[in-house]
T-cell receptor, first 110, second 112 residues
Framework: KNEVEQSPQNLTAQEGEFITINCSYS?????LHWLQQHPGGGIVSLFM???GKKKHGRLIATINIQEKHSSLHITASHPRDSAVYIC????????????FGKGTHLIIQP | DGGITQSPKYLFRKEGQNVTLSCEQN?????MYWYRQDPGQGLRLIYY???????QKGDIAEGYSVSREKKESFPLTVTSAQKNPTAFYLC???????????FGQGTRLTVV
């Protein structure tokens, strides 16, 4: 079973700061997802990647397959970015769902 | 708009009662999933279905049951056999393992 470690667990920053959230895993994967969960509980998919880097607005996701590590960056952070960010993996071998990290609780203060 | 609808958002039940959580999707996805989220833990897979009339147990299936009679619908029943049913339940769908996952808004179940 793939082990997923996210860091930090909690992060409080000031508006405008550059944010980095890390995700490490133990077994090779087919795809890695970054998800955002707002206080109401609903989850939105931010990125799905299997190599390299993806960018969407102020969000950037990178993955290093050899090092089994991915990062989510937020540039020019804003209070509306406050949420829980979750890394999730699919390891392959059948449609058995994703393995999730415990999440990083991000608070951006104005 | 396409998406996944879970209902209700909040649900209260007495201990010993079965309760069914609804999940409907209009994305034409073959695969659907149920996850459970507890404070301080990652989401855990309860059941998944790759196709109509077929479903498989996930990591924590004990005390739960599902059905997949229609492609659009994947209801989850929390039975009285589930020892600690109070949790946040999320439904998801997708076209396969290497495709984007779509999630519902979740149902928060409280058993008293």
């Amino acid at each position: 079973k793939n082990e997923v470690e996210q860091s930090p667990q909690n992060l409080t920053a000031q508006e405008g700061e550059f944010i980095t959230i890390n995700c490490s895993y133990s077994v090779g994967i087919s795809a890695l997802h970054w998800l955002q969960q707002h206080p109401g509980g609903g989850i939105v998919s931010l990125f799905m990647l299997s190599s390299g880097k993806k960018k969407h607005g102020r969000l950037i996701a990178t993955i290093n397959i050899q090092e089994k590590h991915s990062s989510l960056h937020i540039t020019a952070s804003h209070p509306r970015d406050s949420a829980v960010y979750i890394c999730a993996l699919y390891s392959g071998g059948g449609a058995d769902g994703l393995t999730f990290g415990k999440g990083t609780h991000l608070i951006i203060q104005p | 708009d396409g998406g996944i609808t879970q209902s209700p958002k909040y649900l209260f039940r007495k201990e010993g009662q079965n309760v069914t959580l609804s999940c409907e999707q209009n994305l034409n996805h073959d695969a659907m999933y149920w996850y459970r989220q507890d404070p301080g833990q990652g989401l855990r897979l309860i059941y998944y279905s790759q196709i109509v009339n077929d479903f498989q147990k996930g990591d924590i299936a004990e005390g739960y049951s599902v059905s997949r009679e229609k492609k659009e619908s994947f209801p989850l029943t929390v039975t009285s056999a589930q020892k600690n049913p109070t949790a946040f339940y999320l439904c998801a769908s997708g076209q396969g393992p290497n495709t984007e996952a779509f999630f519902g808004q979740g149902t928060r179940l409280t058993v008293v």
